[in-house]
């Protein structure tokens, strides 16, 4: 069955970066896309972006722009977020989730359990 | 960016009742980009509905969705205890893939 599993909890302080990582199992990698999605503690869902392991096209929010990476190693199966200079309003849990198909894109229908990053100084 | 604003913010119903949720985006969203998704308290959220109206794999027949444009609907037919927890509409039309602030089902 499809299964992502996430790196574990990640601690930061204000300005630092954080890389997420999600490793696939049971489909083929890279014929689905993978999106990050994060949630602020009592929060809603916040999209932040989406990766075709494939050919490593990405989009992101525009909110995120500049300080967000995606990549994917198809080797590996593993997909990575990197998040720069945060602040600490990005404490948050971090979800990556593939896509339920391959059209449309940006539907998470397959979720990892979630990797908490904590900003504090 | 399409916003999308979900009504209302918490529901108050008993078990064995019909709920309806409703989803308003900001401009018009394909039927074939809109889903629905349930949140349990300490879990990651879990696809219910896709292309508005489609039952992800396992999900029970009494959830249904439905709607077009800028307006759509969850229908639980008859509320359980366990249905009584969060719900989140999303699209996937343009980027970026936007989620709806949440319904609280109590």
């Known amino acids: 069955q499809v299964q992502l599993m996430q790196s574990g909890l990640a601690l930061r302080k204000p300005g630092a970066s954080v890389m997420v990582s999600c490793k696939a199992s049971?489909?083929?990698?890279?014929?689905?896309?993978l999106n990050w999605v994060r949630q602020a503690p009592g929060q809603g869902l916040e999209w932040m972006g989406w990766?075709?392991?494939?050919?490593?096209?990405?989009k992101s929010a525009q909110n995120f722009q500049g300080r967000i990476a995606l990549t994917a190693d198809t080797d590996t199966a593993v997909a990575y977020m990197e998040l720069r200079s945060l602040v600490f309003d990005d404490t948050a849990l971090y979800y990556c989730?593939?896509?339920?198909?391959?059209?449309?894109?940006?539907?998470?229908?397959?979720w990892g359990q979630g990797t908490l990053v904590s900003v504090s100084s | 960016e399409i916003v999308l604003t979900q009504s209302p913010g918490t529901l108050s119903l008993s078990p064995g009742e019909r709920a309806i949720l409703s989803c308003r985006a900001s401009?018009?969203?394909?039927?074939?980009?809109f889903a629905w998704y349930q949140q349990r308290p300490g879990q990651a959220p879990r696809l219910l509905i896709h292309?508005?109206?489609t039952r992800a794999p396992g999900i029970p027949a009494r959830f249904s969705g439905s709607g077009s444009g800028t307006d759509f609907s969850l229908t639980i037919a008859r509320l359980e205890p366990e249905d009584f927890v969060v719900y989140f509409c999303?699209?996937?039309?343009?980027?970026?893939?936007?989620f709806g602030q949440g319904t609280k089902l109590e």
């Open positions: 989730a593939r896509d339920f198909s391959q059209s449309p894109v940006g539907l998470p229908a397959y």
């Open positions: 049971g489909y083929s990698f890279s014929a689905f896309g």
């Open positions: 990766i075709s392991p494939i050919n490593g096209i990405t």
């Open positions: 401009q018009s969203v394909p039927t074939n980009s």
């Open positions: 292309g508005t109206s």
């Open positions: 999303q699209q996937c039309f343009g980027p970026p893939y936007t």
